[in-house]
């Protein structure tokens, strides 16, 4: 099938990796469908996005309002889920049981519920992307949380590619991009982490949200590909955690 007889619909694609996901699949000649919760970020995201973009407001955390949203939408070609929760960052011996189930309930629980309703419209060779994060391999003390909720979803994914196969089910592992989740810290914090990484990593820099959106178009293009979750972290994984 041409790319341009298709539609993807990209859950939390108002901004970040979502938003350039959304234009990377509008530049291959795909229709995209952007989600988020709120209106103001979503009128503008279509805005940004331009021609053969529309958007829909929608809790992924509602599984009925979810699965209305997917049954309106009709039959769709690919699913890009790049909704993601509060941060559950920082020392396991102070983490916050309540962040934790939050983060849980934004990315594991709401990814989920976003994948089951997609099943009942997405076309038989369609995919599935979910986006998760380095931390689940990482092995960085302060980020156990993140990590809990991240391999989560990860686990997932090879035996989804194998239960709802011919449907393709893939997974892209960021490491650190420099994306509005990091407003949760100060600016100065926010810059000091963007710099130690940048400087241990053998990429040499931070993450960018096209980079991400790349990885998604390549694996939606992939179509021998499934099963598989791609780290895409300038290569920090290739390093010792402690450095």
Known sequence: MSARNER???VGGTSGIGLAA?????REGRAVVVTGRGKARLDAAVEKLGEGASG???DATDEVATAAFFAELGTVDHVVIAVTGNTAAGPFESLSISDLRAAAEGK????????QAALKVLRPGGSITFITAGSAGAARPGTAGLAAVNAAVEAMVPVLAVELAPTRVNAVSPGIIDTPWWDWMDAET???TFDGYAATAPAGRVGRPEDIGDAIGFLIDSTFTTGLVLPVDGGSRLRPAAL
């Not at 594991?108 to 994948?115: G, K």
């Open 108 to 115: 594991l629980i709401a990814q989920t519920v976003v994948a």
């Open 22 to 26: 959304a234009e990377r699949q509008l």
């Open 56 to 58: 829909a407001s929608v």
């Open 8 to 10: 993807v619909v990209v």
């Open 190 to 192: 926010r810059q000091a």
